[in-house]
Antibody, heavy 121, light 107 residues
Framework: EVQLLESGGGLVQPGGSLRLSCAASGFDFSRFGMNWVRQAPGKGLEWVSGISGGGSSTNYADYADSVKGRFIMSRDNSNNTSSLEMNSLRVEDTAIYYC???????????WGQGILVTVSS | DIQMTQSPSSLSASVGDRVTITCRASQVISNYLAWYQQKPGKAPKLLIYAAFTLQSGVPSRFSGSGSGSDFTLTISSLQPEDVATYYCQKYNIAPWTFGQGTKVELK
């Protein structure tokens, strides 16, 4: 059974940093890309970042007011974990953050339960 | 970046009705399109990928169609448990943008 368990969320002040982790189990972790998707309160889904199975390729949302240049996604295939380092956090980064496993050719087939990040003074 | 536009943003239908949700990409994305269902307080659930491939375990009343830039999610006979918000997502290249969502309610 595929399981994705996020940790590291919480309350942080604007301008602060936070590191989210995702512990994966139940599948051959290094074969599949991983993603982070967020959802602000009462809003829709927003893709944040993705990393290839081997970790050599990483992509980030780069539309206006997005995360590129502030967030860093990484993975440790020896420990079946994925991480999202979030810096220079803004109030508008407040959201539930989901760790999500990619299908082999794209799309997302499994999601974690989500973890809340609140950016507030 | 490619934009994904869903319509309608919400709809109300009766049990047994056929429901259709459309998703339009601002550029051609071939069939790199997925549909998700999200119920309140829950993580999204994959329904369809590659535009029309039904994910294992998803009821056959859900179907997807389309290619290029215009796509459709159809629920052939709406059930009470289908009340949810539905999202499309393109994944041909990053960013893997989502549509804004379509909220489906019971009449």
């Amino acid at each position: 059974e595929v399981q994705l368990l996020e940790s590291g969320g919480g309350l942080v002040q604007p301008g602060g940093s936070l590191r989210l982790s995702c512990a994966a189990s139940g599948f051959d972790f290094s074969r599949f890309g991983m993603n982070w998707v967020r959802q602000a309160p009462g809003k829709g889904l927003e893709w944040v970042s993705g990393i290839s199975g081997g970790g050599s390729s990483t992509n980030y949302a780069d539309y206006a007011d997005s995360v590129k240049g502030r967030f860093i996604m990484s993975r440790d295939n020896s420990n079946n974990t994925s991480s999202l380092e979030m810096n220079s956090l803004r109030v508008e980064d407040t959201a539930i953050y989901y760790c999500a496993k990619a299908l082999l050719y794209g799309g997302i087939d499994y999601w974690g339960q989500g973890i809340l990040v609140t950016v507030s003074s | 970046d490619i934009q994904m536009t869903q319509s309608p943003s919400s709809l109300s239908a009766s049990v047994g009705d056929r429901v259709t949700i459309t998703c339009r990409a601002s550029q051609v994305i071939s069939n790199y399109l997925a549909w998700y269902q999200q119920k309140p307080g829950k993580a999204p659930k994959l329904l369809i990928y590659a535009a029309f491939t039904l994910q294992s375990g998803v009821p056959s009343r859900f179907s997807g169609s389309g290619s290029g830039s215009d796509f459709t999610l159809t629920i052939s006979s709406l059930q009470p448990e289908d009340v949810a918000t539905y999202y499309c997502q393109k994944y041909n290249i990053a960013p893997w943008t989502f549509g804004q969502g379509t909220k489906v309610e019971l009449k």
